[in-house]
């Protein structure tokens, strides 16, 4: 899979995506796919385990990785399918700290809202890039902030 960008505006968009790319690694931006920005750890865990559910059905992947730059945590880690391995990072650092990313089985998706983070991320590593753009109301100012930056960004990453 080389870098490629696509627009997605909902989750089932996003899933039947994922499946016909067919990565073997795939990580997700933890706000706002995951769970909302500032809400608690059990709406964290509930949206870590809702996503996990929803790839079952998707053999090709190995790793999931959930990657946030905020320091929140979940209570725990659900395990995904027996073939899968699950991993939180908080404080991640994207897009400056990809050593976490090194090791992880290729070809590889990148999911998130915000191109100068996730998108960064997925054109360092040489993954795809689903840019997860929905409208959503009450979005705090440095996530718009961030949206706005990421406009001119796109062009010069992505050239499809």
């Known amino acids: 899979m080389r870098t490629s960008y696509e627009r997605i505006n909902d989750p089932e968009q996003m899933l039947n995506r994922i499946a016909k790319l067919g990565p073997r690694t795939i990580i997700f931006d933890v706000e ?24 079952r059905d998707q053999a090709s992947i190995e790793v ?18 027996p073939q899968q391995q699950v991993v939180y990072l908080a ?31 997925a054109r360092r590593l040489g993954y795809g890039f689903l840019h997860y753009q929905p409208q959503l109301p009450g979005t705090p100012r440095g996530p718009r902030a961030m949206r706005m930056l990421g406009r001119p960004l796109r062009p010069i990453l992505f050239t499809n």
């Open 32 to 55: 706002p796919l995951v769970a909302f920005w500032d809400t608690d750890a059990a709406t964290l865990d509930r949206g870590i385990a809702s996503v996990l559910e929803r790839l």
């Open 64 to 81: 999931v990785v959930f990657a946030t730059n905020a320091a929140r945590h979940p209570n725990r880690i659900p395990r995904g399918q």
């Open 91 to 121: 404080s991640a650092r994207k897009p400056l700290r990809t050593k976490p990313y090194r090791s992880l089985p290729q070809p590889g998706l990148v999911v998130g809202d915000q191109v100068p983070t996730d998108g960064l991320l």
